[in-house]
T-cell receptor, first 113, second 116 residues
């Protein structure tokens, strides 16, 4: 059974810092990995999707990497802003449970002005 | 703004009530999903519809009844719910469900359900 882990559970950094969020998964036979952000009381917003054949994806200040062999992904946020404060979730599709997205528990990020 | 629209935003219902949650998307997606999310937890999959047919039911109690009237609409009918069913109910859609679809999942903003 695919398991997805995100560490740390919460992170607080001053504005302007670059930061990295981590995601690990147990079954490397994935089709893709998605990063989402969720603001309190809202739905999930898709940030980046990395296909299994890709190593990274970039969107603005966000860069996501994927290392299938080690079962890891990172989300790099450059020059963090208070508006980046949210919960960030990663989810993988594939492995056992191939038809479904398996979510991590999320990292709650706070950017302090 | 989200491209998946859910109504209502908030719903309070008693344990004997019958209510429905509605979800709509106009992106031409052929897979639609219902998720349940409790506070500080990730979403849990409930149902998946693919090409308007139910393809996954994650052993959800029968007091939750999904319906997909057409490719743009998804309903969740609620009956005789329990207080522990209080949660944020999220609808999502994607181009397709199967392994060959490497497309992102798009979520609505959810319905906050309180069962009293």
């Amino acid at each position: 059974k695919q398991e997805v882990t995100q560490i740390p559970a919460a992170l607080s950094v001053p504005e302007g810092e670059n930061l990295v969020l981590n995601c690990s998964f147990t079954d490397s036979a994935i089709y893709n990995l998605q990063w989402f952000r969720q603001d309190p009381g809202k739905g999930l917003t898709s940030l980046l999707l990395i296909q299994s054949s890709q190593r990274e994806q970039t969107s603005g200040r966000l860069n996501a990497s994927l290392d299938k062999s080690s079962g890891r992904s990172t989300l790099y946020i450059a020059a963090s802003q208070p508006g980046d404060s949210a919960t960030y979730l990663c989810a993988v599709k594939g492995g056992q449970g191939a038809q479904k997205l398996v979510f991590g528990q999320g990292t709650r990020l706070t950017i302090n002005p | 703004d989200t491209e998946v629209t859910q109504t209502p935003k908030h719903l309070v219902m008693g344990m004997t009530n019958k209510k429905s949650l509605k979800c709509e998307q106009h992106m031409g997606h052929r897979a639609m999903y219902w998720y349940k999310q409790k506070a500080k937890k990730p979403p849990e999959l409930m149902f998946v519809y693919s090409y308007e047919k139910l393809s996954i039911n994650e052993s959800v109690p029968s007091r939750f009844s999904p319906e997909c009237p057409n490719s743009s609409l998804l309903n969740l009918h609620l009956h005789a719910l329990q207080p522990e069913d209080s949660a944020l109910y999220l609808c999502a859609s994607s181009q397709g469900q199967g392994a060959r679809y490497n497309s992102p999942l798009h979520f609505g903003n959810g319905t906050r359900l309180t069962v009293t």
